[in-house]
């Protein structure tokens, strides 16, 4: 299995961008699929965690209410949209997914521990500028 995230880019403070998160060798169905991002000098943090069969996502609380997550099954691509960008939303923005209804519970509680993903996009950048 292997993701690959892409549609980074420089935006304006306000403005809209949409990434996508590919998956290969399998489908998105019985994943959890997170979105992580790691600013310059920071450790990587969960952005929003949602299973591609559920509608219940998770968020942290700096973009809740601002970014979304939306499952393309037919094109086997997750996409995180995110309104509203601010300055603070620099980083490098990963995807990340783990398969099984025993990982999927735990991660209700632990969802922005990177150690319980299994699989990883190269990460993209985005940059807003103000």
């Known amino acids: 299995v292997q993701l690959q995230a892409s549609g980074g880019g420089l935006v304006q403070a306000g403005g809209s961008l949409t990434l996508s998160c590919a998956i290969s060798?399998?489908?998105?169905?019985?994943?959890?699929i997170g979105w992580f991002r790691q600013a310059p000098g920071k450790e990587r943090e969960g952005v929003l965690v949602?299973?591609?069969?559920?509608?219940?996502?998770l968020y942290a609380r700096s973009v809740k209410d601002r970014f979304t997550m939306s499952i393309d099954n037919a094109k086997n691509t997750a996409y995180l949209r995110m309104n509203s960008l601010k300055p603070e939303d620099t980083a490098v923005y990963y995807c990340?997914?783990?398969?099984?209804?025993?990982?999927?519970?735990?991660?209700?509680?632990?969802?922005?521990?990177?150690?319980?993903?299994?699989?990883w996009g190269q990460g993209t950048q985005v940059t807003v500028s103000s």
């Open positions: 990340a997914s783990v398969r099984g209804a025993a990982r999927r519970a735990l991660l209700k509680t632990f969802w922005s521990r990177i150690e319980y993903y299994d699989y």
């Open positions: 949602s299973g591609s069969g559920n509608r219940e996502t």
């Open positions: 060798g399998s489908t998105f169905d019985g994943y959890t």
